[in-house]
């Protein structure tokens, strides 16, 4: 089974990186602008992994990883943060 990364930023660019760095290695890509998105495009179809920065609009990545831990379903999807903010 291919593994799928849902990668959360608001940053097309952003986007275009992570799946140009990670498609060619076989995994499968779905973004998510903001949270909202991203909470709802995960429990629809959960991901392998979330990749997401700290501020995205909607829900932050912080409640957005709060969201995701509160899920029976979703509670173990390993969450990495990618952000600018130091």
Same mark, same amino acid.
Do not use: Q
């Given at each position: 089974?291919?593994?799928?990364i849902?990668? =959360?930023?608001? @940053?097309?660019?952003?986007? &275009?990186?992570?799946?140009?760095a #990670?498609?060619? +290695?076989?995994?499968?890509?779905?973004?998510?602008?903001?949270?909202?998105?991203?909470?709802?495009?995960?429990?629809?179809?959960?991901?392998?992994? =979330?990749?997401s @920065?700290?501020?995205?609009? &909607?829900?932050?990545?912080?409640? #957005?990883?709060? +969201?995701?831990?509160?899920?029976?379903?979703?509670?173990?999807?390993?969450?990495?943060?990618?952000?600018?903010?130091?």
């Amino acid at each position: 089974m291919e593994a799928r990364i849902l990668i =959360v930023d608001e @940053d097309p660019w952003f986007h &275009g990186v992570v799946r140009s760095a #990670l498609s060619d +290695r076989g995994y499968a890509i779905t973004t998510a602008a903001d949270g909202v998105v991203a909470l709802a495009k995960a429990l629809i179809d959960p991901p392998s992994l =979330v990749l997401s @920065d700290v501020r995205v609009p &909607g829900i932050d990545g912080w409640r #957005l990883v709060r +969201r995701l831990r509160s899920s029976r379903k979703l509670a173990e999807i390993p969450f990495i943060f990618l952000s600018e903010l130091c």
